[in-house]
């Protein structure tokens, strides 16, 4: 057992708790690296079917080869699927940031799915080194009906023991990739032979490094043509992962606030 | 695999000053993290607070403490580390354990000034409990101590006997002060006296532990897979050992063998299952088998099916466990309602010290005695924790398991109903329970439940009393009035009373029952259809009534043991339903009985699913 095996059977067993506590489970998809190796390890923990929906929250910003790569995928992996349409930017909080608030229409798409869907379980390709918020997640996060979340108020969580049970109208939040860095997702993509998008190859010295939707994600400057050359220029950089996600960085507590909202 | 090291100790000991100290030296920190926590600082109007690169919420920089556990990746000479940092807060006790838990390691932050602190204390022993592997201890703020030699060797000292107490050897102790970085990644000319290794040393000369695989077989079901016509799949987790197709197996609790036909992974891989991987199981025999039963070797000895153990719990809850209460356990993926029989010892985890058991107080540890509504697998040591009400209230492992063949008759199999208590009581419209009423002899409880059969059966209710005096007569005529006696009185009418519950009756059963333990035993036996009614009334007004005579001769001394005047009567901490006969007429108390019975037995999760 490598360090692979071991965070993938984590991942596989976090998945199998999630739906054996789930009465009506689905997986966000935002169709990018870490939640396609998630829909990957779906397939393994249910033994080739993925027995819940997949959800993209639909702001019709993604990139075309994005849309592109999820129809090949829909169809080769025959997954049930369904694009949740998230409410225009004028709807959300203004008091944000602006691109902050751009993100945040997928909270707003969120909590209408879950309103209208009544999912209990929500999975989440959400890592803990990709954003300091994100870090003080646990593996199973209960929320109230509007998603919100406290970050002083998390169940205790230890020895794989999780709080599956959630009140009426509420949900939980999984999250089976929190162990899961970077690095680890594009050495298991290799070693999976995952299909991903092409956008993350560089194409004239530029590449993403972490895909948004068009409007607030910007390419990086990178040579790496193929997932080895991404591994090496991981293992070398210390640009943080989302230095092209302008929400990010447009205020100390701008993040923290998505999160407390719901945001994944 | 990443070597997890969870930083433990006092609020403001320097624990995630530690942390960003170690991420800048190692050279670990993003790309513009340095500028951003400089900027945060001074906009505080702080000096360089390096915590800030863990203590990301808004309210953790303001106050300058953490108040979640958070995660970490440190890169040093080719090793990725996982720096897990954890708050020093009483108050956040639960988020220091989720992150610490699953450590390889646990750094102990002592302030030199300070010294050894409450939470110091504290975490050491939940480390202990947690078996955490290795104790690394940093003596920190060292520049900041007249004489940091002495002070260095009298910390040492200290720290060594707390976890001496705490039983729990000790890796290395670091002087260091975490602000200027000295001993931490680089060697500090400001110690001279000192000639032990930097922390990042002490860190890199550990490794995570390896799986189990060379442990006898620990397979735990997390589920039964059946897509389509196909065959049923038995998903879990391989904890120790190793398991191949062909392997004889044996599946506790219910001790069943069978074959193992094929391991079933996607894609297709039949290799042998190792310690630590998540597979799918499929049985030669169509064996029955569910989440929480643990598969081994049949030619190892079987593990013990049990429904009473005792194990030590730190605990979690601002209401500590009382005994009576039905809780619920996990143990591996087994999960069952457990009902707290007694608590043998009260730890507060500030002083290492075990106090008396009704000073019980908020994140304690606390010794219990457990009985399961069903038989479980366990083993000694094995980690579990308890709900109230879905929510994880404590943690820790079982001391000792007590098999089911040894307290009952062995080779014993309980048979499964094809009628469930669920499927009784939707056809009869409300559930069977059992109504136990206590208090002292002459409260009223005889003539009370007799009031309440009578009105129940009225309303059409499958309603019986069972009457202490009448039982006495018949079931228990060979009991007498010893306390072994009268324990054994207590435990068959709760058995019966259990017995005629399940079958979908209200049993009302009226017995002076003194004492709480022997109620605690008589609830686990119908756990969740168990309401202690308490009817109450003073000793005189008692003496007053005087039915049976009983009073006059126990004042008189010719009645030795007699509850109220010769022994005592413990009144019920938290009955599900006070009765006082002092303060209203019997037809009042009947009617509040009765109306409370109803609600119980009707309610609508009674309805729908509960388990005895």
Redesign the interface.
Known sequence: MDSLDRLEAETITILREAYRASSKPCMLWSIGKDSTALLWMARKAFLGRVPFPMVLLETFMELPEVYEFRDQLIDDWQLEYFAQICPPESEVDQTLPPATRAAARKTEGLRTMLREQKFDAVMVGIRRDEQAMRAKERVFSPRRIDGTWDVKEQPPEFWGYYTTSVPDGAHLRVHPLLSWTELDIWEYTLRENIPYVPLYLARDGKRYRSLGEKNITVPIDSNAATIEEIIAELRATRVPERAGRTMDNESEASFERLRAGGYM | ??LRVAITGHVDHGKSTLIGRLLYDT?S?????AE?ILA?SERRGLAVEWSFA?D????ERDQAIT???????MHYGGRRIVIIDTPGHREFI??M??G???ADAGILVIDALEGIADQTYRHAYLLRL?DVPEIIVAVNKIDAVENPEQRFAQISRDIRSVLETAGKPLRAIVPLSARDGDNVVNRSERTAWYSGPTLIDVLVSLHPL??LSDRPLRFEV??V?R?SDEER?S?G?VVAGTLAPGDRVRIAPSGATTRVRGI????EDPSPA?????V?LTFDDPVFID?GDIVTHADRPPLVATTSFDGVFFW?SDAPPRVGETLSI?IGRAEVAVTVIGIDETIDLGILDKVQPDESSKHSAFALRLRAARTVAAETGA?C?LLRN???VG?GKLSTVEPVSSQRSDNLVPQGHLISSTTRAQRNGYRGLVAWLTGLPGSGKSTIAMAVERELFARGYFVYVLDGDNVRTGLNRDLGFTREGRQENIRRVGEVAALFADAGAIVITGTISPHAADRATARAAAPGAFHEIYVRASVDTCATRDVKGHYAKARAGELPDFTGVSAPYEVPEHPDLLVDTDASTIEASVSSVVEYLIGAATAPEALLSYSI
């Open positions: 695999m990443d050279g920190l993003a790309d513009g993290k951003e945060s863990v990301a919420a808004q309210e108040i979640e556990t958070t995660r970490v990746w639960r988020n354990m989720s610490a838990a699953d947690l390896a799986p997390a589920d897979y897509f799949i998903v987790n079933k992974r996607w894609p190792l310690a630590g991987q998540a799918g989440r979690l996990k980690r924790v879905g929510e994880v943690g």
